[in-house]
């Protein structure tokens, strides 16, 4: 596994054939996912939010400690697919997102 580093001040960016942001606070899981899909793969924003529920990205976020602190935060990474990409949401904020094919290449 190789590890990708990036600029703390960078906010988002493609980093070598992913694209990398961020998610918390400031920026909502359900916007950062949706913005990010659609920015790898090119579709509206909106094409992309019909096929992403809200509700999948609030559990996530509940599962990863809320900004509402309503649950107890845990670590890790979660990863599904959406519109053909590999999306990986981090427990520290931060979110990746691959082409599905791109994702495959790298593990073969």
Known sequence: MTYESRPADELTA???GRYLARWGNETPLYEAVTDAVSTVTGDARSAVASRYDR???????????GADGSSTPSTG????????CVVSVHSDGQLSVSL???ERNAID
């Open 77 to 84: 990474v979660v990863k599904f697919v959406l519109s053909e």
């Open 55 to 65: 509700t999948h990205a609030f559990a996530l976020s509940q599962l990863f400690g």
């Open 100 to 102: 599905a094919d791109r």
């Open 14 to 16: 493609s980093w070598h």
